[in-house]
């Protein structure tokens, strides 16, 4: 029975630093994993905030193209006589040129 237990004995000893060491490897680096997780949470990347910046520049060109469309029905009502169409239309032209300045010019490529 202690011959049997020997090699077994021998592995474990073996074994056994290296677990150690990796334990303690861990339990060093870990403040350091914690903190790059969170710098890394906490801050945005140029790519992320072009992306956020892009999104929200569609979402205002959709509205506008609601707002005109609503705007050209409002007008053709309103030659048709219905006075409540030109005051709804006056109402939506004034919200178009709301949005229009926050919508960046795209630039010719000549």
């Known amino acids: ?15 056994l630093p ?7 490897y861990d339990v060093v ?11 890394d949470l906490a801050t945005t990347s140029q790519s992320e905030a072009d992306e956020k910046r892009g999104r929200e520049i569609r979402k205002r060109e ?4 609601k707002l005109e469309r609503q705007y050209q ?3 053709q009502e309103c030659a048709d006589g219905n006075r409540r169409s030109c005051d709804d239309a006056r109402d939506t032209y004034a919200e ?15």
């Open 62 to 65: 959709e509205q506008l193209g």
């Open 96 to 110: 178009i040129q709301l949005i229009v300045p926050t919508i960046p010019a795209e630039l010719d490529k000549d």
């Open 73 to 75: 029905e409002q007008l």
């Open 18 to 24: 290296g677990c150690i060491a990796k334990a303690a």
């Open 1 to 15: 029975m202690r011959r049997a237990l020997s090699p077994l004995l021998l592995v474990a000893i073996l074994a």
């Open 29 to 39: 680096t870990l403040p350091v994993k914690a903190v790059s997780k969170g710098v």
